[in-house]
Protein backbone atom coordinates (compact mmCIF):
# COMPACT_ATOMS: atom_id res chain seq x y z
CA UNK A 1 0.00 0.00 0.00
CA UNK A 2 1.64 3.81 -0.66
CA UNK A 3 2.18 5.94 1.85
CA UNK A 4 1.06 9.43 2.17
CA UNK A 5 2.75 11.37 -0.63
CA UNK A 6 4.25 14.72 -0.58
CA UNK A 7 6.48 17.31 -2.55
CA UNK A 8 8.15 19.01 -2.68
CA UNK A 9 10.61 17.34 0.18
CA UNK A 10 12.58 20.87 -0.03
CA UNK A 11 12.19 24.21 -0.79
CA UNK A 12 13.82 27.37 0.11
CA UNK A 13 12.13 30.87 -0.48
CA UNK A 14 12.81 34.51 0.50
CA UNK A 15 10.80 36.28 2.55
CA UNK A 16 7.51 37.66 0.65
CA UNK A 17 7.00 35.43 -2.02
CA UNK A 18 5.06 32.47 -2.29
CA UNK A 19 5.18 28.12 -2.32
CA UNK A 20 2.70 25.53 -2.30
CA UNK A 21 2.95 22.11 -1.28
CA UNK A 22 1.23 19.25 -2.51
CA UNK A 23 -0.19 15.96 -0.76
CA UNK A 24 -1.81 12.75 -1.94
CA UNK A 25 -3.12 10.74 1.02
CA UNK A 26 -3.23 7.31 1.21
CA UNK A 27 -5.89 5.80 -0.50
CA UNK A 28 -9.76 5.77 0.49
CA UNK A 29 -8.69 7.96 4.03
CA UNK A 30 -11.11 10.36 4.07
CA UNK A 31 -9.39 12.39 6.74
CA UNK A 32 -6.80 14.50 5.72
CA UNK A 33 -4.32 16.80 7.52
CA UNK A 34 -1.71 19.53 7.47
CA UNK A 35 0.71 19.95 10.34
CA UNK A 36 3.22 22.51 10.68
CA UNK A 37 6.72 21.78 12.52
CA UNK A 38 9.15 24.00 13.62
CA UNK A 39 12.31 22.51 14.69
CA UNK A 40 12.12 21.38 18.28
CA UNK A 41 8.79 21.71 18.93
CA UNK A 42 6.00 19.06 18.10
CA UNK A 43 3.97 19.49 14.99
CA UNK A 44 0.59 21.66 15.48
CA UNK A 45 -2.23 21.02 13.43
CA UNK A 46 -3.14 24.09 10.93
CA UNK A 47 -6.14 22.61 9.07
CA UNK A 48 -8.04 19.11 9.27
CA UNK A 49 -10.72 18.45 6.29
CA UNK A 50 -12.61 15.57 6.34
CA UNK A 51 -13.15 14.45 2.81
CA UNK A 52 -13.45 17.91 1.14
CA UNK A 53 -15.03 19.93 3.92
CA UNK A 54 -12.74 21.65 6.82
CA UNK A 55 -13.19 20.20 10.06
CA UNK A 56 -10.80 22.59 11.80
CA UNK A 57 -8.83 25.17 10.55
CA UNK A 58 -8.59 27.14 14.30
CA UNK A 59 -4.84 27.80 13.92
CA UNK A 60 -4.21 28.50 10.29
CA UNK A 61 -3.17 31.76 9.73
CA UNK A 62 -5.82 32.65 7.42
CA UNK A 63 -3.99 35.82 5.93
CA UNK A 64 -1.11 34.11 4.66
CA UNK A 65 -2.01 30.04 4.58
CA UNK A 66 -4.62 28.83 2.37
CA UNK A 67 -5.32 24.78 1.95
CA UNK A 68 -7.60 23.25 -0.88
CA UNK A 69 -9.19 19.78 -0.85
CA UNK A 70 -11.08 20.15 -3.96
CA UNK A 71 -12.01 16.40 -4.77
CA UNK A 72 -11.79 15.10 -1.29
CA UNK A 73 -8.26 13.41 -2.42
CA UNK A 74 -5.20 15.34 -2.75
CA UNK A 75 -4.57 18.48 -1.13
CA UNK A 76 -2.75 21.59 -1.50
CA UNK A 77 -1.25 24.18 1.33
CA UNK A 78 -0.04 27.82 0.22
CA UNK A 79 1.67 30.33 1.96
CA UNK A 80 1.69 33.90 0.79
CA UNK A 81 3.51 35.76 1.18
CA UNK A 82 5.93 34.13 3.20
CA UNK A 83 7.45 35.74 6.45
CA UNK A 84 10.82 34.78 7.59
CA UNK A 85 8.83 32.43 10.61
CA UNK A 86 6.96 30.21 8.78
CA UNK A 87 10.63 27.97 8.17
CA UNK A 88 9.67 24.42 8.93
CA UNK A 89 8.85 21.52 8.16
CA UNK A 90 5.29 20.86 6.91
CA UNK A 91 3.36 17.36 7.36
CA UNK A 92 0.58 15.98 5.59
CA UNK A 93 -1.16 13.06 7.44
CA UNK A 94 -4.25 11.21 6.39
CA UNK A 95 -6.77 8.72 8.33
CA UNK A 96 -9.65 6.55 8.66
CA UNK A 97 -11.33 5.16 11.32
CA UNK A 98 -11.27 5.89 14.89
CA UNK A 99 -8.40 4.69 16.57
CA UNK A 100 -7.30 8.30 15.88
CA UNK A 101 -4.08 6.53 14.17
CA UNK A 102 -2.46 9.27 11.56
CA UNK A 103 0.30 8.16 8.67
CA UNK A 104 1.89 10.85 7.95
CA UNK A 105 4.37 11.79 4.97
CA UNK A 106 8.23 12.51 5.18
CA UNK A 107 7.10 16.09 5.02
CA UNK A 108 8.24 19.24 2.92
CA UNK A 109 10.67 21.09 4.41
CA UNK A 110 10.38 24.93 4.04
CA UNK A 111 13.26 27.92 4.62
CA UNK A 112 12.43 31.32 4.36
CA UNK A 113 15.34 33.60 3.56
CA UNK B 1 -5.48 23.97 28.37
CA UNK B 2 -4.28 21.90 25.75
CA UNK B 3 -0.67 21.10 27.18
CA UNK B 4 1.09 17.65 26.84
CA UNK B 5 4.78 18.40 28.32
CA UNK B 6 7.59 15.72 28.07
CA UNK B 7 11.15 15.62 28.85
CA UNK B 8 13.62 17.12 26.08
CA UNK B 9 16.27 14.12 25.93
CA UNK B 10 16.98 10.66 27.67
CA UNK B 11 20.42 8.91 26.62
CA UNK B 12 20.49 5.38 27.46
CA UNK B 13 23.15 2.63 26.96
CA UNK B 14 22.26 -0.07 24.78
CA UNK B 15 20.66 -3.18 26.52
CA UNK B 16 19.65 -0.91 29.26
CA UNK B 17 15.53 0.06 29.65
CA UNK B 18 14.51 3.45 28.40
CA UNK B 19 11.28 5.36 30.24
CA UNK B 20 9.97 7.75 28.72
CA UNK B 21 7.74 10.10 30.40
CA UNK B 22 5.08 12.27 29.26
CA UNK B 23 2.10 14.48 31.25
CA UNK B 24 -0.98 16.06 29.67
CA UNK B 25 -3.72 18.62 31.34
CA UNK B 26 -6.69 17.44 29.44
CA UNK B 27 -9.04 15.05 31.29
CA UNK B 28 -11.23 14.64 28.67
CA UNK B 29 -8.66 12.56 26.46
CA UNK B 30 -9.76 9.65 25.04
CA UNK B 31 -6.89 8.36 23.45
CA UNK B 32 -3.32 8.70 23.92
CA UNK B 33 -0.40 7.97 21.74
CA UNK B 34 3.21 7.43 21.12
CA UNK B 35 4.69 8.38 17.79
CA UNK B 36 8.30 7.83 16.59
CA UNK B 37 10.30 9.88 14.42
CA UNK B 38 13.36 8.94 12.75
CA UNK B 39 15.75 11.91 11.16
CA UNK B 40 14.14 12.83 7.84
CA UNK B 41 11.55 10.46 8.13
CA UNK B 42 7.81 11.00 8.78
CA UNK B 43 6.43 10.27 12.39
CA UNK B 44 5.31 6.59 12.93
CA UNK B 45 2.51 5.12 15.13
CA UNK B 46 4.54 3.16 18.07
CA UNK B 47 1.50 2.07 20.35
CA UNK B 48 -1.19 3.68 21.95
CA UNK B 49 -3.76 3.69 25.02
CA UNK B 50 -7.36 4.20 26.02
CA UNK B 51 -8.18 6.08 28.46
CA UNK B 52 -10.35 3.45 30.39
CA UNK B 53 -6.45 1.16 30.05
CA UNK B 54 -3.84 1.80 32.68
CA UNK B 55 -1.23 -0.27 31.15
CA UNK B 56 -0.57 -2.19 27.49
CA UNK B 57 2.67 -4.01 26.22
CA UNK B 58 3.29 -5.42 23.12
CA UNK B 59 6.64 -6.48 22.82
CA UNK B 60 9.33 -4.28 23.85
CA UNK B 61 7.36 -1.40 24.51
CA UNK B 62 5.03 -1.00 27.83
CA UNK B 63 2.70 1.89 28.16
CA UNK B 64 1.27 2.74 31.75
CA UNK B 65 -1.18 5.65 32.01
CA UNK B 66 -2.29 7.02 35.24
CA UNK B 67 -5.28 8.77 34.80
CA UNK B 68 -5.66 10.02 38.31
CA UNK B 69 -2.26 12.45 37.48
CA UNK B 70 -2.65 12.68 33.82
CA UNK B 71 0.69 11.12 33.68
CA UNK B 72 1.80 8.97 30.93
CA UNK B 73 4.63 6.41 30.26
CA UNK B 74 6.39 4.63 27.57
CA UNK B 75 9.50 2.08 28.73
CA UNK B 76 11.48 0.58 26.07
CA UNK B 77 13.03 -2.80 27.21
CA UNK B 78 16.68 -4.16 25.72
CA UNK B 79 16.43 -0.62 23.71
CA UNK B 80 18.88 -0.72 20.93
CA UNK B 81 20.92 1.63 18.72
CA UNK B 82 17.55 1.45 16.05
CA UNK B 83 15.40 3.09 18.82
CA UNK B 84 16.96 6.27 18.68
CA UNK B 85 14.74 8.67 17.74
CA UNK B 86 12.17 11.38 19.01
CA UNK B 87 9.16 10.18 20.44
CA UNK B 88 5.92 12.14 20.56
CA UNK B 89 3.55 11.72 23.51
CA UNK B 90 -0.05 12.37 21.93
CA UNK B 91 -3.20 13.31 23.73
CA UNK B 92 -6.14 13.08 21.42
CA UNK B 93 -9.56 15.33 23.16
CA UNK B 94 -12.92 14.24 22.79
CA UNK B 95 -13.46 16.63 20.02
CA UNK B 96 -11.27 14.25 18.28
CA UNK B 97 -8.36 17.38 17.70
CA UNK B 98 -4.52 15.58 19.01
CA UNK B 99 -2.00 17.88 20.69
CA UNK B 100 1.57 16.85 20.15
CA UNK B 101 3.69 17.34 23.04
CA UNK B 102 7.17 18.67 22.02
CA UNK B 103 9.28 15.46 21.54
CA UNK B 104 11.71 13.69 23.62
CA UNK B 105 15.01 13.01 22.09
CA UNK B 106 16.45 9.04 22.46
CA UNK B 107 20.02 8.56 22.40
CA UNK B 108 21.02 4.82 22.67
CA UNK B 109 25.03 4.65 23.22
CA UNK B 110 25.95 1.43 21.89
Partial sequence: EAGVAQSPRYKIIEKRQSVAFWCNPISGHATLYWYQQILGQGPKLLIQFQNNGVVDDSQLPKDRFSAERLKGVDSTLKIQPAKLEDSAVYLCASSQGNTGELFFGEGSRLTVL | ?110
Fill in chain 2, 1 to 110: GEDVEQSLFLSVREGDSSVINCTYTDSSSTYLYWYKQEPGAGLQLLTYIFSNMDMKQDQRLTVLLNKKDKHLSLRIADTQTGDSAIYFCVSKRNTGKLIFGQGTTLQVKP
